[in-house]
């Protein structure tokens, strides 16, 4: 088989890559639920800035709103796995020095607010360079895995993995720990985005993915030159794209599916007592019941358009809707695997806006042996906001056990309420 040099060979890696059922293309960057989480880790890094901003941080990592906006990074799949080694606190080490420090604590504070108030690549970088001016000790590139939340087109991802990758795939020499070394990284992987662009992505989360799935040994690096190394690279690929093959194509991931029977789940249970049901923007069109999981469901939000926050509203799993006016009666979060803090985030958009006066009910919805996760997320102090809203957890089998009865019998919410558990 012929390749038109190191830049054909990569082409083909990336092109098997992105068809492998189990590679982080389809795993990851195709996951429905990644784009929730912009939103949400966007928030999570606000509250952060504020509490920095107004001195209620305080000094300890454990139980802050860092560790929360920093955990449901961690939380998204297998490529950002690790992203809060980073900023725990190492106490014999003192690192990252962002507790004890109050100065450098603040220049953490103004760094993250400027990235989130910025828009253009210039501004992203000049804050960057002012916070390696500072020479923080303990805090290094890990940090873009936040910037990454925050311009995805702008900052890439950032792990061992990742590095490892890129160095593999173009011969260079990153170092890790280094913002110099990570800036130097970004711009070759700008340049890798934009001759393969077709093949992946503006954000550049596409190509993080596949240097990580070359990083972590899954994706056999093209060689830069060599026949003896473009015929090993050859076998190694062609071993990698039968495992592939064996993988049911198209086969989507059991958590996955579980999340689209749980939202399908609701939505009949919401038909049955007599609600319009919304459907999360982007879920809209999953296959369930030999149909689309929307099949039957509004629409829109037509009275609430144009409302601050309604575009975070549009992304929650199931909405219960009055007939009548379109009012939003009640909101179910399914979290399966994901994130707590996402999904809660969605919920105060919800409550606390122009949608909340005529909300009656605000449900978490996960698996039964998720009610402890459920608890201990909703006792943390960043989410003390939440308290007053009157959350509730409803347990996967509840809803299963029930579902005939609360058709048939069920009235407005009692009966959901009723198999619900109060939360903290």
């Known amino acids: 088989m012929a390749y038109d040099g190191a830049s054909g060979r990569l082409r083909y890696s990336i092109e098997a890559w992105r068809t492998d059922p189990g590679a982080t293309y389809r795993t990851w960057f195709l996951w429905e639920e990644r784009l929730k989480n912009f939103r949400s880790i ?240 982007n879920d809209r069109n999953r296959a369930y019941g030999g149909g689309r999981l929307s099949d039957g469901c509004a629409g829109d939000l037509s009275p609430f358009d144009g409302s601050a926050g309604i575009d975070a509203v549009r992304l929650i799993d199931v909405l219960w809707l009055d007939k009548r006016d379109g009012a939003i009666h009640a909101a179910f979060e399914v979290e399966h695997t994901t994130s707590i803090y996402s999904g809660i985030v969605r919920m105060l958009d919800l409550a606390l806006g122009p949608c909340g006066p005529l909300l009656k009910g605000i449900f978490l919805v996960a698996p039964d042996s998720r009610e402890a996760d459920v608890r201990a997320q909703m006792a943390r102090p960043a989410f003390a906001a939440v308290v007053d809203l009157d959350v509730r957890y409803l347990a996967y089998g509840e809803l299963e056990r029930h579902r005939e009865s609360i058709i048939r019998f069920g009235e407005g919410l009692k009966a959901v309420r009723s198999i619900s558990k109060s939360l903290p």
């Open 42 to 281: 966007r928030r999570g890094i606000e509250q952060v800035v504020r509490q920095i901003e107004d001195g209620t941080f305080g000094n300890v990592y454990k139980g802050s709103s860092l560790e929360v906006a920093v955990k449901s990074v961690a939380e998204q799949r297998q490529i950002f796995k690790g992203a809060d080694h980073a900023f725990l606190w190492k106490p014999k080490l003192r690192i990252p020095d962002i507790y004890e420090d109050a100065d450098n604590q603040r220049a953490f504070g103004r760094f993250l607010d400027t990235c989130a108030c910025c828009s253009t690549e210039e501004q992203v970088l000049d804050a960057v360079l002012a916070l390696d001016g500072r020479k923080i000790k303990g805090l290094g590139p890990a940090a873009a895995n936040l910037l990454y939340f925050l311009h995805p087109t702008i900052a890439s991802p950032f792990n061992t993995a990742i590095v490892k990758g890129y160095n593999a795939v173009t011969g260079s020499k990153v170092k890790l720990g280094s913002w110099p070394d990570y800036l130097a990284m970004r711009a070759g992987v700008l340049r890798l985005n934009a001759q393969h662009r077709d093949l992946l992505s503006n954000d550049l989360g596409a190509i993080a993915g596949f240097l990580f799935d070359v990083g972590t040994g899954r994706y056999p690096a093209p060689p830069l030159e060599g026949a003896d190394g473009v015929a090993a690279w050859e076998r190694d690929l062609a071993k990698v794209r039968e495992r592939a093959a064996a993988q049911a194509p198209g086969r989507e991931m059991e958590t996955d599916r579980t999340h689209t029977e749980m939202q399908g789940l609701l939505r009949d249970i919401g038909f049955g007592l007599g609600y319009d049901v919304w459907i999360a923007a």
